[in-house]
């Protein structure tokens, strides 16, 4: 008897108990990462015509993260075997105990004499599915999914990321379609950037930062909710940023190992086009053309005039001892001996070329 749940149901009045055992309850209610399949809960509870209720599914699972409180938020929903133990242990009150799948269906699967706000109402009633809602046929998504709209470029993205990898890689793992929807967006840029689709690795590389992304945009969304809030939770906030950060090191860490970003790709091409690239590589092909004449330079009439300006401002202001006017005096002497030893030098270079190049001249001849 235990292997059933308790109903004070008429209609289970023979052994109180309602006739589908609760492991058979779980394996129909639950997905299996162990999330509630809220659409598939409501039809067994209509099966053992039990109440389906919202807002109590809705206070089961703060129920458990309050008596788990060690359990981070976002970890919660993976507990929905024991979230839907107790939301049998709730119908089993005596508020609800004798009460039908009808009865709930009545409510609205809510119950109307509960302290919620209006807004709260709303938002449960939005989270937690009902069979009776019918798809639009009409709908834009390729889903059915009246939430999400599909634009014309979202399914053109879809169809390009299939064809491209040759499989859905969203499918069958657990994505809304708003979150499949961003995924195919993202990825779709990807399949664009060279040497991705050639690179098994890379491709599922890409792919796990699509779902990565995903998860930091939900982050975002939750982040910017509790900060519009009159009193954030500062806690909450410190969690999802360390969350946040976590998830976006990841990115990068596989960016890094995978030569996808510009950054990290020591093949990218990026800036390869701009001037100083160009001049770079000229330089380094030996391009004497672009070599800067810094004898032009320092012997034009403008730059002339800069530095006798520059030398007599410099000399005006300056106020020298003896000692410090013969340190200068001793360095210019050296300077210029320095200077016409070069000077000499280059000279007889010069004329050594000028005797080869009339050599030269003279075979030709």
């Known amino acids: 008897m235990t292997d059933f749940y308790i109903s004070k149901n008429p209609l289970h009045a023979a052994d109180e108990r309602v006739p589908i055992c609760k492991q058979c309850v779980m394996t129909a209610s639950l997905n299996e990462d162990g999330t509630i399949n809220d659409l598939e809960f409501n039809k067994i509870l209509k099966a053992i015509d039990r109440p389906y209720y919202k807002d109590i599914i809705e206070s089961s699972v703060q129920s458990f993260a309050k008596e788990h409180s060690y359990i981070e938020e976002d970890k919660i929903k993976f507990y929905g075997k024991e979230i839907l133990s107790i939301y049998f242990r709730c119908i089993a009150m005596r508020q609800d105990r004798e009460k039908s799948y009808e009865d709930s269906e009545k409510d609205g699967f809510m119950h109307q004499n509960n302290n919620r706000p209006k807004s709260a109402k709303e938002r449960i009633a939005q989270k ?3 069979i009776n809602e019918k798809p639009d046929e009409d709908t834009d ?12 470029k979202d399914k053109q993205n879809m169809k390009y990321v299939t064809s491209t990898i040759g499989y859905d890689p969203y499918e069958d793992i657990g994505l809304v379609d708003a979150d499949r929807k961003y995924c195919y967006n993202i990825l779709s ?30 982050i975002t969304e939750t982040m910017n909710i509790e900060l519009a809030k009159e009193e954030p939770d500062d806690a909450k906030i410190q969690k999802l940023t360390a969350s946040k950060t976590s998830l976006l090191s990841s990115i990068a860490t596989i960016a890094k190992d995978n030569n996808i970003a510009s950054n990290y790709n020591k093949n990218s091409k990026q800036g390869q086009s701009s001037l100083t690239s160009k001049m770079k590589e000229m330089a ?7 070599a800067v004449n810094l004898f032009d330079i320092k012997t034009a009439e403008a730059f002339k005039q800069i530095d006798e300006i520059s030398n007599n401002n410099i000399a005006s202001q300056l106020t020298l001892d003896n000692n410090e006017y013969g340190e200068i005096v001793k360095e210019q002497r050296e300077m210029i001996q320095k200077y016409d030893l070069e000077i000499e030098t280059l000279k007889e270079e010069n004329r050594i070329l000028k005797n080869k190049i009339i050599d030269l001249e003279n075979k030709k001849r």
């Open 128 to 130: 937690y599915a009902d």
């Open 141 to 152: 998504s390729p889903t059915g999914n009246t939430d999400v709209k599909w634009t014309k």
């Open 284 to 290: 380094e092909n030996g391009y004497q053309e672009i």
């Open 189 to 218: 840029g990807y399949c664009d950037t060279e040497g991705i689709t050639e690179d098994g690795h890379k491709m599922q590389g890409v792919i796990e930062m699509t779902m990565l992304y995903c998860q930091c945009k939900k």
